[in-house]
């Protein structure tokens, strides 16, 4: 494991089997959640893996000052400001939207951890990928890195190997893999690095992303050695689109929390557990072949919603 990330005083904390618990009728057995949201200190969660090689790349190239994107309740921002102060390293957030009249508990963390907060426009927040603004924006907010929205790319991805091998130790005769797909990142660095007998199952938390398999595909096969497991994505859990919950999602979560003593969110790993749920239910599957749950951490995005609290 990188240095640094994950810094979980036992490993085996991070594994939580549900065996034997039930949930509105469907019984867990054979599923173990790898709890990422319990590792990492201020930034749990997947993000700190993704953005473990960035902190390696500015560390050895002497950078300070850091730029990266994000939504006002951005787990990436949030994880970038947590990690960006332990490393005394300087950290600009660039935001969508203007400036509200209060921060979200997310922006509010950020700018206490001493991140910039830097507002733009949502249509300049669309051109968040054009080398040119990407070029202008750095240069008059002073950043000498820049790191894409949500840790995206071929160093986030390769940040998630770590993940891949804590899995295959625990997992050696392989396993199907349930994971939250937001830029494909995480999934990418785990098919990656994966052998073939683990089969990912990828639940998009977006509605209407077209690119995303080209997109992974791509990151994959940039990885060195390239692709073993397989990979799949499943788009029939949106729930209503990006950090939407509909009903059935907030029933599951809230009985999730209160009957396993199990924490998620609802914008990426709540649709995981109602992706897993439903195939268990519904039958689909082998019984016998054990399932990981990637907890990708995003707790803190849970102040958001009032249903949660
Ligand atoms: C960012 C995030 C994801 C998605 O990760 P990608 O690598 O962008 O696909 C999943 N879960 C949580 C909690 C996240 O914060």
């Not at 050696?172 to 690095?193: E, F, I, K, Y």
């Not at 799949?232 to 209160?258: I, Q, S, T, V, W």
């Not at 519904?282 to 990708?296: C, D, I």
């Amino acid at each position: 494991m990188g240095a640094g990330v994950c810094s979980t005083p036992r490993g085996s904390e991070l594994w939580q089997s549900l065996t034997g618990q039930v949930l509105e009728g469907v019984a867990l057995d054979n599923v173990t959640v790898l709890r990422l949201d319990r590792c990492g200190g201020l930034a749990p969660g997947n993000k700190q893996f993704k953005l473990a090689p960035h902190l390696a790349l500015i560390a050895a190239a002497g950078h300070r000052r850091v730029l990266s994107f994000g939504g006002a309740w951005s787990n990436h921002l949030h994880a970038l400001a947590a990690v960006g102060q332990a490393a005394a390293l300087e950290t600009v957030g660039v935001i969508r939207g203007e400036r509200p009249q209060r921060l979200s508990p997310t922006l509010a963390d950020a700018a206490q951890w001493g991140m910039q907060l830097h507002f733009v426009s949502r249509s300049d927040y669309r051109r968040r990928q054009q080398p040119g603004f990407v070029a202008t924006l750095s240069r008059e907010l002073g950043a000498d890195h820049v790191i894409p929205e949500g840790g995206a790319g071929p160093l986030g991805a390769a940040g998630c190997r770590p993940l891949a091998e804590m899995i295959a130790a625990r997992f050696p005769q392989g396993a199907r893999v349930v994971v939250g797909v937001g830029t494909g990142t995480t999934l990418a660095g785990l098919a990656a690095a994966l052998p073939a007998t683990f089969h990912i199952d990828g639940i998009v938390a977006l509605r209407g992303e077209g690119g995303l398999e080209a997109t992974i595909a791509a990151l994959v096969a940039a990885q060195v050695p390239a692709a073993h497991a397989r990979w799949r994505l499943h788009r029939d859990f949106h729930c209503g689109g990006f950090a939407r919950a509909d009903a059935r999602l907030r029933e599951l979560m809230l009985r999730c929390d209160r009957e396993l003593g199990l924490a998620l969110e609802p914008v990426y790993t709540g649709k995981a557990l109602l992706a897993l749920h439903s195939w268990l239910a519904a039958g689909v599957g082998s019984v016998r072949q054990p399932v990981v749950l990637v907890h990708t951490g995003g707790l803190q995005g849970r102040r958001g919603y009032p249903w949660l609290n």
